[in-house]
């Protein structure tokens, strides 16, 4: 879609955007006319309407009251947090120095192995239609991306005591200079099945687009090399105005490598080569992919905040036992951040 057209459609898209909003304020839930609204005025506006909604929620939601800081990222000061913070704003990503211990990475890492998967895309990079569920067998993959189940996950020790982590919630919480909600856990697997990058596996560079405003907490829970599919990012492409019209009139697309980097310099070009246990905290409204997988795979594990679950629709998972138990606890103290997943 042209600019042009984008522009013509402008008053329609404010009108969708604020009645589904209400909708959304009255019933909590989401409608898909207004998600759209809510992606095609940010391609108009180069973000600056996602910025203008993302301030009227922080006059709203005041942060939290944390009394630590201190987590499997580090013990942080505030600032320290500040720090992080700035990084975040001017860069869109952070490398946190401490990666998580080998024995939580291989807690981890043993649900994923066991856990029944989703099969997203097939070998040859189109979607799976429909998808198929299955172990993931790292000696003979049947497909290119492998989904762990997200409720099994939600209901797993290792995986809840990162999601009662006070180091996490705080840096996203900074960023969001908001009260923070959470959203559900996400595993994937990616393979070598394909000979090429696809579309579909979100191997082309993209920009997230799900809520208003989040941060994304990337996991490494396999050692990534350059062979491996190190996750790629434009640095400060997160920033309204610093994608390019040409590249946003294309609207909520994949787009190519020659496509992108013909826009930023090398050096903004930043492949995370790294061993497993690291956590990249992240603004994936910049520009993003996945590289293609050559040689065995790679697993993440990923964690969101949002300053609002206004925006995309998903399906319910529910936290149904808590098995760390300071989980609980923090349900207790914060229960509108676990509100997408509470205890059924």
């Known amino acids: 879609m042209s600019m042009l057209r984008m522009l013509i459609k402008f008053p329609l898209d404010v009108v969708k955007l604020v009645v589904g909003g209400i909708q959304y304020a009255v019933s909590g839930r989401n409608f898909g006319f207004a998600y759209q609204g809510m992606i095609s005025l940010f391609c108009i506006t180069k973000g600056y309407s996602s910025d203008f909604l993302s301030y009227l929620i922080s006059l709203v939601k005041t942060p939290y009251e944390l009394p630590d800081a201190n987590g499997v990222l580090g013990n942080f000061s505030s600032e320290d947090i500040r720090g992080i913070n700035n990084e975040l704003n001017n860069k869109g990503y952070y490398v946190f120095a401490r990666r998580l211990p080998d024995e939580l990475c291989d807690a981890l890492l043993e649900y994923a192995q066991n856990a029944t998967c989703r099969i997203t895309v097939n070998p040859d990079g189109t979607r799976a239609k429909p998808e198929r569920l299955a172990k993931y067998n790292r000696e003979n993959p049947e497909g290119l991306l492998y989904f762990p189940d997200v409720e099994g996950a939600l209901n797993n020790k290792a995986v809840q005591g990162l999601l009662a982590d006070k180091s996490m919630i705080a840096v996203?919480?900074?960023?969001?200079?908001?009260?923070?909600?959470?959203?559900?856990?996400?595993?994937?697997?990616?393979?070598?099945?394909?000979?090429?990058?696809?579309?579909?596996?979100?191997?082309?560079?993209?920009?997230?687009?799900?809520?208003?405003?989040?941060?994304?907490?990337?996991?490494?829970?396999?050692?990534?090399?350059?062979?491996?599919?190190?996750?790629?990012?434009?640095?400060?492409?997160?920033?309204?105005?610093?994608?390019?019209?040409?590249?946003?009139?294309?609207?909520?697309?994949?787009?190519?490598?020659?496509?992108?980097?013909?826009?930023?310099?090398?050096?903004?070009?930043?492949?995370?080569?790294?061993?497993?246990?690291?956590?990249?905290?992240?603004?994936?409204?910049?520009?993003?992919?996945?590289?293609?997988?050559?040689?065995?795979?790679?697993?993440?594990?990923?964690?969101?905040?949002?300053?609002?679950?206004?925006?995309?629709?998903?399906?319910?998972?529910?936290?149904?036992?808590?098995?760390?138990?300071?989980?609980?606890?923090?349900?207790?103290?914060?229960?509108?951040?676990y509100a997408m997943f509470q205890q059924q």
């Open 172 to 337: 996203a919480q900074a960023y969001l200079n908001c009260q923070p909600v959470m959203e559900y856990p996400s595993y994937w697997w990616s393979t070598a099945a394909s000979k090429e990058a696809s579309l579909e596996a979100a191997q082309y560079y993209h920009f997230d687009m799900d809520r208003i405003k989040w941060l994304k907490f990337f996991v490494y829970l396999t050692d990534v090399g350059e062979e491996n599919g190190p996750h790629t990012f434009i640095a400060g492409s997160h920033r309204s105005g610093a994608i390019p019209s040409k590249l946003l009139s294309k609207g909520y697309a994949r787009l190519t490598d020659e496509v992108v980097e013909e826009c930023y310099s090398p050096e903004e070009v930043i492949r995370f080569v790294a061993p497993r246990g690291t956590v990249i905290a992240e603004d994936t409204r910049g520009l993003h992919k996945g590289t293609h997988v050559q040689n065995g795979d790679r697993l993440m594990l990923q964690f969101q905040f949002s300053n609002s679950h206004f925006g995309g629709v998903f399906p319910p998972a529910h936290i149904k036992s808590i098995q760390y138990p300071s989980l609980g606890k923090m349900i207790k103290e914060y229960p509108k951040l």
